[in-house]
């Protein structure tokens, strides 16, 4: 896999940041190893190709065969090889949802309700209050050595980004291209055995892909989902 640490986060919600930098991440800290351990989740809210804005769509009943391996994993990080790709996400191949569905958002907007920051900090605010499992899919950094968490100041820094859709990228981002190492985030909540999948793409990657994950076609040749606000 191209992503050299592909792996799933297991931990509970502490804190969290709303994106507000000119290449906004929204920020979670999330606690694992029973409490024990400290991670950040930096999640991609806005596109540094045009346009910025990312696709974005939410389950609030997400079933895979996928998560019914996931309750299992111990908190913390897991790397996730071909031996455990049982658990590996990919938008394309793992019918997961429907990417029709999916619409593009900007990172922040005038109103309530309609950008990613608050779309976010809904999930995990709820996730937070209710000591909801959260898996968070991407390729894990750090531990770093004697630096600290710029975002919430734990030491190591340590955690998960790349939590978006890791194929179908062309130009500088080509060499992140791989099948079965998607990004996402996962929400268990274990009281009521509800799940919820949050799913954040480009508007730069195709959706047509070999099993390299390299784009077979252009985005503007490859019918995956409309791609105007219609919606």
């Not at 709303?18 to 351990?37: A, L, T």
């Not at 985030?185 to 799913?199: A, R, S, T, Y």
Request: one cysteine or more; hydrophobic letters at 35%.
């Amino acid at each position: 896999m191209p992503l050299k640490n592909y792996s799933v986060l297991k931990g509970k919600v502490y804190d969290m940041n709303m994106g507000r930098s000119q290449n906004p991440h929204f920020e979670v800290h999330v606690k694992g190893e029973e409490g024990k351990v400290d991670y950040r989740i930096a999640i991609n809210i806005a596109s540094q190709a045009y346009p910025s804005e990312v696709l974005y769509f939410v389950s609030e009943d997400f079933h895979s065969e996928s998560i019914t391996f996931l309750p299992s994993l111990e908190d913390g990080i897991t790397k996730i090889t071909d031996d455990n790709r049982e658990i590996a996400l990919d938008y394309i191949r793992g019918g997961l949802f429907d990417s029709k569905k999916m619409i593009p958002l900007p990172a922040e907007l005038p109103g309530m309700d309609n950008d990613l920051n608050e779309k976010i900090y809904f999930y995990m605010s709820q996730a937070k209050e209710k000591a909801a499992a959260v898996y968070a899919f991407g390729e894990r950094w750090g531990p770093e050595k004697n630096k600290p968490d710029k975002y919430f100041g734990f030491s190591p820094g340590n955690g998960i980004h790349d939590i978006h859709m890791n194929q179908g990228n062309v130009g500088r981002w080509k060499k992140d291209n791989g099948i079965w190492q998607d990004g996402g985030i996962l929400i268990h909540f274990e009281d009521e055995n509800k799940w919820i999948g949050i799913f954040l793409a480009f508007q730069s990657q195709s959706w047509c892909t070999d099993e390299n994950g390299h784009a077979l076609k252009p985005v503007i040749e490859c019918d995956y989902l409309h791609t105007n606000n219609d919606y």
